[in-house]
């Protein structure tokens, strides 16, 4: 895939059971903190931005998911979003995430290749 699409890296590919945290340019859901498929829903669709599932949201819901510290846009993690960049969000590789997490997330061993 990353040949065909001339990426410079291979996409990280995760099961969605083991997504923690879903990272987007609008912001951050903390998915493992859902109660419900619906609610896990909601809090993806507050960070998806101009997608159809994130124009689907709604404001009153997501104003809610903020307040309850499950959803966080970079205001609230007191960044500025003209300061946001692809370098800050976006990791290159498992190990990358390993240690962005402080020893959080434990990648199972078929994909640690370090």
Same mark, same amino acid.
């Given at each position: 895939m990353a040949r065909d699409y001339k990426m410079p890296l291979a996409p990280v590919m995760i099961y969605a059971s083991d997504v923690t945290h879903? =990272? $987007?340019e609008e912001g951050i &859901? @903390?998915?493992y903190k859902a109660e419900s498929l619906e #609610? /896990? /829903? &909601?809090?993806?669709a507050a960070v998806a931005g101009v $997608?159809? %599932?994130?124009l689907? #949201?709604?404001p009153e819901v997501t104003a809610q998911l903020r307040r309850d510290g499950l959803v966080a @846009?970079?205001? *609230? %993690?007191?960044i500025r979003r003209s300061d946001a960049s /692809? *370098? =800050? =969000?976006a990791a290159s590789s498992i190990s990358d995430l390993e240690t962005w997490s402080n020893g959080l997330y434990k990648p199972p &061993?078929?994909?640690r290749s370090w």
């Amino acid at each position: 895939m990353a040949r065909d699409y001339k990426m410079p890296l291979a996409p990280v590919m995760i099961y969605a059971s083991d997504v923690t945290h879903v =990272l $987007t340019e609008e912001g951050i &859901a @903390y998915v493992y903190k859902a109660e419900s498929l619906e #609610q /896990r /829903r &909601a809090m993806i669709a507050a960070v998806a931005g101009v $997608t159809p %599932l994130g124009l689907s #949201q709604n404001p009153e819901v997501t104003a809610q998911l903020r307040r309850d510290g499950l959803v966080a @846009y970079p205001e *609230d %993690l007191g960044i500025r979003r003209s300061d946001a960049s /692809r *370098d =800050l =969000l976006a990791a290159s590789s498992i190990s990358d995430l390993e240690t962005w997490s402080n020893g959080l997330y434990k990648p199972p &061993a078929k994909f640690r290749s370090w």
